[in-house]
């Protein structure tokens, strides 16, 4: 019998679960609070129910189901966590030390089946899909760990592998959790969802309203370059991609963070950034400039810091705002899916 996963059920569900199993209602109430608030790890830690439901819940649920497989820590700080899935497959986290508090990346697929050219998460191909208690698990796992050592769980960005829009009902049941204040209860003004540009998905998030920050892989200032880096763009080209952002802007008050991978020789030169600056004045957002990680497997090379500088002056000189990427991890391999990657052996290399 496979075990139900505790932490893919709505408080609702889980109520009904709960007293399925002959227990009064308040019971439900003490296991949802050990679940999200409290962080337990295990049904033995939920101290304050009986030792024959612990033991009980133990033998027919799981909380998520993931166990750490590897990590790696960077000497800036940077911690990449590589989980194991019920099922065997691995998945990447990594926590990202700020100033201001620890954000935690969480992936949302194994693998992904968007194939952008530069990407190691999606040299391996698309597996699964993982479920929406296996996305929080993630989440639950960071804020446990920040916890014992004294520190807080920020914000966190969908960032790692995958796509998240391609997986909208665990990333969207996923949103609900942590913004319900009986789960995570954390606003969605902390957390980023970033997407390569699956438009229905833009259109669809901008209906909810919700002051969730949208990050908007662009990576080219024309459909030239960003047909070559990102297959996407022939379905939703930048004049479908950007009019979706517009909308999501404006129905949710959140400026668009639009990251541009800088790849040497290929998207990096002052005519790029003229035309990248063409194309978004006027519209609410804010360029996030990304050296480019260097994958193993792959040619592609990081510009230059002197070309990283001149980008973003020509950008900052149109009136856009416009940062630079802190690199971080960059001794741990902390460009998505590449943990995994050194895991698995070869990647079988599709592009
Ligand atoms: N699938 C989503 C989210 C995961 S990727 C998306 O594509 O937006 C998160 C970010 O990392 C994306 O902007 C992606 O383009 C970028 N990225 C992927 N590989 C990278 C690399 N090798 N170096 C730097 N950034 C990379
Ligand atoms: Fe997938 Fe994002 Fe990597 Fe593209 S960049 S392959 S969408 S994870």
Redesign the pocket.
């Known amino acids: 019998m496979r075990k139900t996963d505790l932490l893919t059920l709505t408080p609702a569900e889980l109520a009904a679960y709960i007293t399925g199993l002959g227990e009064p209602a308040y019971r439900a109430r003490q296991v949802l609070a050990w679940l999200w608030p409290k962080d337990a790890a295990s049904f033995m830690a939920m101290t304050n129910l009986p030792l024959a439901l612990r033991e009980r819940l133990e033998r027919q649920a799981v909380i998520g189901g993931l166990s750490v497989a590897a990590r790696e820590k960077s000497a800036d700080g940077t911690e990449k966590l590589l989980f194991m899935l019920p099922d065997g497959q691995t998945v990447e986290t990594v926590i990202l030390p700020y100033r201001i508090g620890d954000s935690a990346c969480i992936s ?1 697929q194994v693998g ?1 089946r ?1 194939g ?1 050219r ?4 999606g040299l391996p191909g698309f597996v699964r899909n993982l479920t929406m208690g296996e996305i929080a698990a993630q989440v639950l796992y960071v804020r446990r760990h920040l916890r014992a050592r004294g520190s807080q769980l920020r914000g966190m960005v ?7 829009l391609d997986n909208w009902e665990a990333t969207i049941s996923f949103l609900e959790a942590v913004k319900d204040p009986q789960r995570l209860g954390l606003s969605l003004r902390h957390v980023t969802l ?3 540009g699956l438009v229905p998905g833009i259109r669809q998030l901008a209906a909810y309203g919700w002051p969730l920050n949208l ?3 662009l ?1 080219a200032p024309n459909n030239e370059i960003r047909n070559q880096l990102m297959p996407i763009n022939k379905k939703y080209p930048l004049e479908v991609l950007l009019p979706a952002c517009d909308e999501y802007a404006q129905k949710t008050g959140r400026r668009i963070t639009y ?1 541009y ?1 800088l790849i040497d020789g290929l998207n990096d030169e002052q005519e790029h950034a003229e035309q990248c600056a063409h194309l978004l004045a006027g519209r609410l957002c804010h360029v996030n400039l ?6 193993a497997e ?1 040619s ?1 090379q990081a510009s230059p810091q002197q070309k990283i500088q001149s980008f973003k002056a020509a950008l900052a000189a149109k009136g856009i705002s416009v940062t630079v990427r802190r690199k971080m991890g960059a001794d741990i391999a902390a ?4 943990l995994r990657n050194n895991y698995c052996g070869e990647p079988r290399n599709e592009g």
């Open positions: 949302t992904c968007m952008c530069f990407c190691a998460s969908l960032m790692g592998s995958g796509e998240p970033s997407t390569s990050a908007v892989s990576h990251e991978i990304i050296p480019y990680n260097t994958v792959l592609w460009a998505c899916g590449q």
